[in-house]
């Protein structure tokens, strides 16, 4: 079986290189397209510039996902796993991402950094095939991707020590008798934007001593209760699957919301849920908003734990104001 693949392409030339570590058999010869006419003469030239051609032992051409799939399957398992991408209904999916890789090849082999310098060699002869124009346009191409590369190293080496630098003003200097070394505005800034803060308070020194969920007890015109906020009756009990009530960002911008400095949006938000909740067949008149915190215990205390309610705030439907008190921290 051979493999007539763009020499000119690093990309090309790197899956090359992994099919033929997969290719223990050596049942694979890869032919690149610069050395076409001689080694392979059976395949077109258009054909080769448009595609990854495999030719069988009766001479037969495959390309796009048939040829993914034909090569494939010369291949030791798992990698034989991957002729199913020539099975009917998933070689129309598989031909078009073909087709979107290939379009955008050159630019790939750029970004990754790769020239096709060393690709693996012919059979005929293991004479190496000749490097063409097109390889050595992609190798000047490579000064770029150097310059790149060495951009996004220095963007995250920046980013690392703003991390560390607010971890230590956050954490260490909190809880330490350590001298004060505050980072500057703007790197607090980049940190704060990219919400990359490093404090994670579940272990020691302050590991959190209670959880607790979110209740919204909306209450109708006739005085029955619905929660917008589950889809369902209000309940104060502690939910069966706790962690997977809210997914993150939920979680989060509820403790932000109950939070004192977030007074200003919590209006925007009753009415939000409101609406919800009136999309659900339920129209409310007011949303009491609370946190029922549970106290975490040793290890081999009894359940259930101690549990109390925390009123946050009101929100009144008809007027669209939202007042209440609200505690310093929920932590």
């Known amino acids: 079986m051979t493999l007539v693949y763009d020499d000119a392409c690093g990309f090309c030339t790197r899956v090359c290189r992994i099919v033929k570590l997969a290719d223990g058999e050596g049942r694979v010869r890869f032919v690149g397209a610069s050395a076409r006419s001689a080694l392979a003469p059976a395949v077109p030239a258009e054909l080769a510039a448009a595609s990854a051609v495999v030719v069988d032992a009766g001479g037969a051409p495959a390309t796009r996902a048939a040829a993914a799939a034909r090569l494939a399957g010369a291949l030791p398992w798992p990698w034989r796993a991957a002729a199913v991408l020539g099975a009917p209904g998933l070689r129309l999916i598989s031909d078009r991402v073909y ?15 790769d020239v096709a310098c060393d690709a693996p060699p012919p059979a005929v002869g293991g004479a190496p095939h000749a490097r063409s124009a097109a390889t050595a346009a992609v190798a000047a191409a490579l000064g770029g991707a150097r310059w790149r590369a060495r951009a996004a190293d220095a963007a995250v080496a920046v980013l690392l020590v703003a991390m560390l630098a607010d971890g230590y003003e956050r954490r260490i200097v909190a809880h330490y008798d350590a001298p004060r070394l505050p980072p500057p505005a703007w790197m607090r800034d980049l940190v704060a934007a990219l919400d990359i803060r490093t404090g994670w308070p579940m272990f020691a020194p302050d590991p959190l001593a209670a959880d607790g969920w979110w209740v919204v007890d909306g209450i109708a015109a006739d005085g029955t209760g619905y929660d917008p906020l589950a889809h369902g009756p209000v309940r104060w009990e502690r939910p069966r699957r706790l962690g997977t009530r809210h997914d993150p960002y939920w979680r989060a911008y509820l403790l932000n919301m109950s939070l004192p400095g977030n007074y200003p949006i919590r209006a925007p938000f009753g009415r939000y849920l409101a609406r919800r909740a009136a999309a659900d067949g339920h129209p409310l008149q007011r949303l009491d ?15 259930p734990f101690p549990i109390k309610t925390i009123r946050l705030w009101e929100y009144d439907a008809r007027t669209g104001r939202a007042h209440g008190p609200t505690p310093a921290s929920l932590r």
């Open 99 to 113: 087709d979107l890789v290939a379009r955008h090849r050159a630019r790939i082999s750029t970004w990754c950094g």
């Open 289 to 303: 908003f609370a946190y029922v915190q549970e106290t975490t215990q040793p290890p081999g205390a009894p359940r």
